[in-house]
C-alpha cells in the first residue's frame, strides 16, 4: 500500500526551514521525502495520491505523559468538570441517582469539579455531599485527581474521627471542631474510601467507573486520534491497570501506541511478570520504565514546596506540603528500577520534591549509569528552580512539562505562590535555555489531550481569566511542535522510528487545517485536527 502527499504545507521537524513538496508512505513506513517529480517517481503506479489542498502535513503527536486507559474509564462517571457552584455538584450527582435502579446501592462517583470555578470558591465537604444521599457512598474528584470528598457514608465507613491522625504522604480535611469533613487529599488519604469505593480492590489507585477495559481503552483512543495523537502513556499503572490494558491489546482495542510505567509502591517486578512486553509493542502495548509519585498537586497546595505556600483565606499560616515517599524508600526504589536498566519517570510538582529526584539520580546514578543511560524523566517539573534545572542538564533528565496548566491555573498558582514564584510554573524557556530537553503533556484525563491546546499554551502562557503568567517563560512555536514530536519520541527512545518525516521512519502522521509555523501565537488553538494517520492508514478523519 502506498500514499503520495503532495501540494502543501510538509513540516518534516527535522529542520524549520525544510520544504519539501510531497511524502509517499510505503507499508506503513515513509519511503520518500522531497520535490514532487521525485517522489512521485519513486512511487508504484497503484500508489493513492492525497492533495493536501494547501493544509499542513508532519509528524502526528507524542504524548509524553498522561493515563490512557484512566481517561476512558472515567468516561462513565458523573461528569463535574461544568459545575459551578457546590449547588450544581449536588444536582449532577442528583440527576444520576434519578436515573439508577432503587437496590442500586454502588458508590456514585464523580469527577473533575474544580473550586476555582465554584461561586463558593471552595472544595465541597461531606455535609454538601450528604445532600444527595447518605445511603450509599458519594465521592466527588477533583480535577487533578490528586484530591477529592466523600460523604458521610464513606467517612463513618472509613471509621474517621477527630482522633484519626493523618496518613504520612496524605492529610484529612477537618471541621474546626477536629472532625473530618469529608476531604482527603492524595491516594494514602483517599485509600481510607477505596474498600467501599472499590470493594473488589480491582479500582487501582482511583476509584474508576467503566469495568471493561477493552471498552474503555477503545474511548480514549478515539479521543487521542481526535486530537493528532499516535503515542500514549498509561503514565501510573497499578497491577489491575496493566493486566487490563494487556486485554485491550489483546483486543486489537488500542488503535495506537501506549507505553506503561506501573507505579513503584506496587513494586518493580512488572517486567519479569509480563516479559512479553517487555522489549517493542505487541498489539500497540510496551511496558516503558516505572513511575515514582513524589508529592502533590500545585493547584491543591500538595506539592512539596521549599518555601511556605503564600497565605489565602481559609489557610492562613500555610506549610511548605509534604513527600509522599521517605528518601530512603526512594532510593531504594531508584536502585531498584536502575539495576534493571529501566527507564524512571518521576512526578514532582513542587521545587522540594524536584530536589529529592535530581539528588537522588546524581548519588544513585554515579554509582548505577544505567539509570541516567535509560533517560530519566521528571514529570510536571511545576516549580523547579534555575539551579536544579542545571544539574538536570548535566544528567541528561527530562523535563516533561505540564504546560497548559498555565490557562487552566494560572490564576491560581499566582495566587498559591505570589507573583514572584507564581509566574514561573512550568518553566519551559528557563529549561531549554539550559540544555534541558523539554517535551509537553496534558496528564490527560486531568485535562483533555488536546495537543494543540498544550502548544498554545507554551506560546502564550495566559490564564483563563486573560491575565500574563511569566511571559519571559514562552517558547517558539517550533520549540513547542520540536517538544510534542522529536522530543518526546526521545523520551521514549524511539527517536529512530517516530517525530520526524524521514526516510525509514514510521508513518504516523497528522493533517492539520493550518501550518503552526505561520500561525499568529494567540490563533494557535483555532488549528484543527483534519486527519491522523497511523503506520500508513488514516484511523481518524474530521
Known amino acids: ?51 493536501l489542498d494547501g493544509r499542513t502535513l508532519m509528524p502526528s503527536f507524542i504524548d509524553s505523559h498522561g493515563h490512557l486507559l484512566q481517561h476512558g474509564m472515567l468516561a462513565s462517571l458523573v461528569d463535574l468538570e461544568h459545575a459551578r457552584s457546590i449547588a450544581e455538584i449536588i444536582s449532577a450527582f442528583r440527576d444520576r441517582l434519578a436515573l439508577r435502579d432503587h437496590d442500586d446501592r454502588s458508590p456514585l462517583i464523580g469527577a473533575k469539579y474544580d473550586p476555582q470555578l465554584l461561586a463558593e470558591g471552595r472544595h465541597p465537604t461531606r455535609a454538601d455531599l450528604d445532600a444527595v444521599t447518605t445511603q450509599l457512598p458519594v465521592f466527588a474528584l477533583h480535577r487533578s485527581l490528586h484530591v477529592a470528598v466523600g460523604n458521610s457514608f464513606l467517612v463513618d465507613g472509613a471509621g474517621l474521627s477527630a482522633q484519626i491522625p493523618d496518613p504520612e504522604g496524605g492529610r484529612f480535611g477537618r471541621f474546626p471542631d477536629g472532625t473530618p469533613d469529608g476531604y482527603v487529599e492524595e491516594h494514602p488519604a483517599m485509600a481510607a474510601f477505596m474498600p467501599m469505593l472499590s470493594p473488589g480492590g480491582g479500582g487501582g489507585l482511583l476509584p474508576t467507573g467503566l469495568t471493561d477495559p477493552v471498552q474503555a481503552a477503545e474511548l480514549a483512543a478515539a479521543d487521542y486520534l481526535r486530537h493528532g495523537i499516535t503515542t500514549a502513556q498509561e503514565g501510573a499503572a497499578d497491577p489491575a491497570t496493566i493486566i487490563g490494558l494487556i486485554e485491550a491489546s489483546r483486543a486489537g482495542a488500542l488503535g495506537l501506541d501506549v507505553v506503561v510505567y506501573p507505579v513503584v509502591q506496587s513494586g518493580t517486578s512488572v517486567v519479569d511478570e509480563h516479559p512479553e512486553f517487555a522489549g517493542d509493542y505487541v498489539g500497540g502495548l510496551r511496558l516503558g520504565g516505572y513511575k515514582m509519585i513524589l508529592d502533590g498537586s500545585p493547584q491543591a497546595r500538595s506539592a512539596w514546596m521549599s518555601e511556605p505556600y503564600a497565605p489565602i483565606p481559609g489557610d492562613e499560616e500555610p506549610g511548605c506540603a509534604y513527600p509522599i515517599h521517605t528518601p530512603e524508600e526512594v532510593e531504594a526504589f531508584t536502585r531498584s528500577v536502575a539495576q534493571q536498566g529501566r527507564q524512571l519517570i518521576v512526578h514532582c510538582n513542587g521545587d522540594a520534591a524536584a530536589q529529592l529526584w535530581v539528588d537522588t539520580a546524581e548519588r544513585v546514578g554515579a554509582e548505577l549509569p544505567a539509570l541516567l543511560e535509560a ?4 514529570i510536571h517539573a511545576q516549580t523547579v528552580r534555575d539551579d536544579q534545572l542545571e544539574r538536570m ?28 514564584r507564581g509566574r514561573r510554573i512550568s518553566p519551559a524557556r528557563s529549561a531549554l535555555d539550559r540544555g534541558v530537553r523539554v517535551t509537553l503533556h496534558q496528564d490527560t484525563p486531568v485535562t483533555p489531550p488536546d495537543m494543540l491546546l498544550s502548544l498554545w499554551a507554551a506560546v502564550n502562557r495566559i490564564s483563563r481569566t486573560g491575565r500574563p503568567v511569566g511571559l519571559e517563560e514562552r517558547i517558539s512555536t517550533w520549540e513547542a511542535l520540536r517538544a ?12 529512530d522510528s517516530k517525530g520526524q518525516l524521514r526516510e525509514g521512519m514510521r508513518a504516523d502522521l497528522v493533517i492539520l487545517s493550518a501550518d503552526p509555523l505561520a500561525t499568529a501565537p494567540q490563533d494557535l488553538r483555532e488549528i484543527e485536527v483534519l486527519a491522523t494517520i497511523k503506520d500508513g492508514e488514516v484511523v481518524f478523519r474530521a
Open 393 to 420: 542538564a548535566r544528567l541528561g533528565m527530562i523535563a516533561s512539562i505540564f504546560s497548559v496548566h498555565t490557562w487552566f491555573w494560572g490564576d491560581v498558582h499566582l495566587r498559591n505562590f505570589g507573583p514572584v
Open 375 to 378: 533517560r530519566p524523566v521528571m
Open 484 to 495: 510534542v514530536t522529536c522530543e518526546a519520541a526521545y523520551q521514549y527512545g524511539e527517536e
Open 1 to 51: 500500500m502506498e500514499t503520495l502527499y503532495h501540494s502543501g504545507r510538509i513540516l518534516t521537524m527535522v529542520d524549520q526551514d525544510d520544504a519539501p513538496e510531497a511524502v509517499l508512505v510505503r507499508e506503513g513506513r515513509i519511503a520518500a521525502v522531497g520535490p514532487l517529480d521525485q517522489v512521485r517517481a519513486a512511487a508504484s503506479a497503484e500508489a493513492e495520491t492525497v492533495d
